[in-house]
């Protein structure tokens, strides 16, 4: 979350204002991996992300415009080896698209905010939604629950 957020004009975790930017302005603003998942709809290596097997509670972020997209309650061991999740934290966080590619017939799902690809969801989740977010950890910015609480609070003093 560090570099991403200082060289991005477009990333924030309160405007919730569409991103609509040129593939070039990504380019520009993204790290190159973030890029490759994001604009290119790349799929990080399984078993590579530090949140697949992370299990510390707060918000999970869009790491290319900082929109909120998972809670850490609904995160779960898929086994599958990217970060699962079950239900996005709002309707209108996550975008629904049919993938076709790879000789597979998928759904992708994207930021409801800017569009970057995340990963897909599949029917094979837990209860109660019985689905699988599955999501390339490059793409998620995290911020613990704390942290979040303590700035709410120190913002409130200044
Ligand atoms: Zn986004």
């Known amino acids: 979350m560090d570099s991403t957020e200082k060289n991005n004009p477009v990333y924030s ?14 380019k520009k603003i993204l790290s190159p991996d973030v890029y490759y998942i994001a604009r290119q709809k790349g799929t990080e290596r399984a078993w590579t992300s530090k ?5 510390e509670i707060g918000t999970y972020y869009c790491a290319a415009c900082g929109n909120a997209l998972f809670k850490s309650d609904t995160k779960f061991d898929s ?26 017939v998928r759904t992708e799902v994207q930021c409801g905010r ?36 303590k700035k709410y609070e120190e913002g409130k003093k200044g």
């Open 79 to 104: 086994g599958c080896g990217w970060p699962s999740f079950y239900e996005p934290i709002s309707k209108s966080a996550i975008i629904y698209l049919p993938d076709n590619t790879h000789g597979m």
């Open 114 to 149: 800017c569009k970057s690809h995340l990963g897909h969801v599949f029917e094979d989740g837990p209860p109660p939604t019985g689905l699988r977010y599955c999501i390339n950890g490059v793409i998620l910015d995290f911020e613990k629950a704390e942290a979040a609480k």
């Open 51 to 55: 949140f697949e097997n992370f299990k």
């Open 13 to 26: 975790r309160t405007d919730k204002s569409k991103v609509n930017l040129k593939e070039e302005e990504w």
